[in-house]
Structure formats: C-alpha cells, structure tokens
Nanobody, 120 residues
C-alpha cells in the first residue's frame, strides 16, 4: 500500500529556513519520480519541485529537493521564506519514472500535508 507522510512543518520568521520531510512506504521511492506541491489558503495547488528516477536532488531558486541518505525519504529545503510561502506542503508520486511522464494508471498518491507558516 503506497503511503506518503509529510512532517517538519511549522512556524518560521520571514527570511528563515525550514526543511520538511516526506516518508514513503509501500514502494521504493528511489525508483520513481516524486515531488513537492503546496496549496495556500484560497489558492490552487501548485507544483514546486520534482525529481525523476535516479536523481538525488534539484535546486530551484530558494527551494531544493533531495532524497537524503535514508531510503524512502524525500526532503524539501526552503530558504529565505517569504510571507507568500505559507501553505500546506504535500509530497506526491504517480509511480512513473520521470516527472514529466503522465500516470499510466491515471492515479496520483498524496500525503496528508504539513503546514508551513511564515510570519513575524
């Protein structure tokens, strides 16, 4: 049974950093593309970063995604957090090997999310 569990969210001051985690179970997450999304209150869910099979990490602006050194873990390092960054952050996989591959099953797996709050 595929399961994703996010953790590590919380409150941080503007300009601060936070590293959130996603624990995968029921499959070998290293063999699949997996990524982070977020959804702010009143807004649509948006993609942040995704890494494909075989990739260990990727950097995009203030955010970096990596698989870390522990099997079946995924991390999102967020630096220079801004007032527009508060949201519920989710990890997701559709069990394909590339981030741009559409799901053959038509299904995507999501965690329950972890809340990130940025305020002074």
């Amino acid at each position: 049974q595929v399961q994703l569990v996010e953790s590590g969210g919380g409150w941080v001051r503007p300009g601060g950093s936070l590293r959130i985690s996603c624990a995968a179970s029921g499959f070998d997450s290293g063999r699949y593309a997996i990524g982070w999304f977020r959804q702010a209150q009143g807004k649509e869910r948006e993609g942040i970063l995704c890494i494909s099979r075989g990739a260990s990490g990727k950097l995009k602006g203030r955010f970096a995604i990596d698989r870390g050194n522990t099997k079946n873990m995924l991390y999102l390092q967020m630096n220079g957090l801004r007032p527009e960054d508060p949201a519920v952050y989710y990890c997701e996989t559709n069990l394909e090997d590339r981030c741009d591959a559409p799901s053959k099953s038509g299904y995507a797996y999501w965690g329950q999310g972890t809340q990130v709050t940025v305020s002074s």
